[in-house]
């Protein structure tokens, strides 16, 4: 809470470093490479320098800033630091809702901006890191709170 009219969530995820499947993968690729293109060192390096790079543009962190009688602003930051900033105003949120969905045999929970304009599809918030219900149920309550209670 940054103020009575202003408030921020913050979900992060651990960076968490290498797997052992990321490790395994990356050598049989580099191997592979390495193997198809004889010997050519600097190709077996490719699959590392791809590796690294999408590393680096994995989101680590998603905030959510809500301000009364205003609307939402969301930003994106990946491990390289990108960030991506998305503002939706009042006018433009018809309701605000957490909703499920069955990813994988396993029930993932959404808090997501339903649009007054029909056209338009509705704008999950978290996308990427997709936080528990037990984790939205504050951020819900809290963001309803501020955005439409007069």
Request: net charge positive; aromatic share 10%.
């Amino acid at each position: 809470q940054k103020s009575p009219d202003v408030c921020e969530f913050t979900v992060r995820r651990d960076s968490g470093g290498m797997w052992l499947g990321d490790m395994l993968a990356i050598a049989l690729a580099s191997w592979a490479v390495h193997i198809f293109f004889r010997n050519h060192v600097l190709l077996a390096l490719m699959p590392v320098a791809l590796y690294l790079v999408r590393s680096s543009l994995r989101v680590c962190q998603e905030s959510l800033v809500v301000i009364r009688n205003v609307g939402i602003q969301t930003e994106t930051v990946t491990l390289a630091g990108l960030r991506s900033v998305r503002s939706y105003e009042l006018p433009q949120i018809r309701d605000l809702f957490i909703h499920e969905a069955l990813q994988l045999l396993e029930y993932r929970y959404y808090m997501a901006i339903l649009p007054r304009d029909a056209r338009s599809s509705i704008v999950i918030m978290f996308p990427h890191l997709l936080p528990r219900l037990d984790a939205l149920l504050p951020v819900y309550h809290g963001a309803r709170r501020l955005l439409f209670s007069g």
